[in-house]
DNA sequence: TGGTTAATTAACCAAATGGTAAATTAATGA
DNA sequence: TCATTAATTTACCATTTGGTTAATTAACCA
């Protein structure tokens, strides 16, 4: 069995497994919808076998309504990495900067809504 | 050829190249040395195998004197990993609250010297 | 009931992955 | 020179990974 980091850092190794993420980031979509995009160069159970990669790393998660399976993201694996990432941050000089922008950005958002 | 993101998440998803970095972070060490913690279970031509990857992911440099092969830890493609990861940041709500603790303790690290 | 839509499973494939033991290469030094 | 140390490569292995096509299952509806 598989680690819950090493599955999640797994699961993010596939370009087409991270645009999904990137989608479902806007919001939950069937597996059709997220398909779609791919639907010219990658068949059907090919998704399903991705989205089974991100569901059991808990990436994602699937509900059920008729014929129906929706899919909606869930962050906490991808905290999990990123703290893991953090202990990383003192080696890149520009983090200080970078994070007090990106702070101050947040505040905004959070001010105007 | 696997795109640079791709192969960092795909270095970071096995726990002996992690804990790896982990040593590695607290500087630069032979082969012989990053292979001494996991001796009992794992022979060196494997620990060889792994660094591959690491170098190739662009996560380790090696440098080369004599006999000896020193590597040390590259954190640009771990921040770009963080980068991308950061993203989703939104979605979890402890976020603000900690990277303005996270940015104050770095501040008081710096002052100190 | 039978056709349609949505999704999954089964069977297959080539390549990649995490290991091993043995062999080889590179460098040192008695 | 030959033994020792450090590291890599070779050859092998079982398992996993990202795909495919065909078949199957689940649900809807005229």
Redesign the pocket.
Known sequence: M?DRL??TF??L?????RAILARLSEGEA??????EP?SS?????????????L?NAGLIQ?T????????SLNPEPLKEASDWIEQYSLFWEESLDRLDEYLKDIQKKNKKG
């Open positions: 598989k090493s599955a797994s699961a190794s596939d370009p087409t497994r069937s597996v059709t919808e997220l398909h791919f160069d990658m068949s059907l159970p090919a998704i399903t076998k991705h989205l089974k990669v569901e699937k059920k309504a008729a014929q129906w399976r929706t899919c």
